[in-house]
């Protein structure tokens, strides 16, 4: 499974970005697919996911509410709209795949995209 990210840049606090994950080497039906962000300095963490089945999205507590996550499945592409950014967003955002329904912990993925950056200025 590859997995290429787009959409990250330099935007202002309040503004709005979408990111996409252009998946080939199979289907959104059989990877569960998510979202995390590594902050400089800091760890990998958790952004949200969805159920290869489309039918559950979980989202960390931080973007609750601000952040979705949604798919299209014609174009077998997975997108994370984040409303309302706030300048502790920025981080680089990696795409995540699975050969499992959901995950929300690094060790559980199976592919990762290259990473593209957000960076939010307040």
């Known amino acids: 499974v590859q997995l290429v990210e787009s959409g990250g840049g330099l935007v202002q606090a309040g503004d709005s970005l979408r990111l996409s994950c252009a998946v080939s080497g199979d289907t959104l039906n059989n990877v569960a697919m998510g979202w995390f962000r590594q902050a400089p300095g800091k760890e990998r963490t958790f952004v949200g996911v969805l159920s290869r089945r489309g039918s559950a999205t979980i989202a960390a507590a931080s973007v609750k509410g601000r952040f979705t996550i949604s798919r299209d499945s014609a174009k077998n592409t997975v997108y994370l709209q984040m409303n309302s950014l706030k300048p502790e967003d920025t981080a680089i955002y990696y795409c995540?795949?699975?050969?499992?329904?959901?995950?929300?912990?690094?060790?559980?993925?199976?592919?990762w995209g290259q990473g593209t950056q957000v960076t939010v200025s307040s």
């Open positions: 995540a795949a699975a050969w499992r329904e959901m995950f929300s912990e690094v060790g559980n993925v199976g592919f």
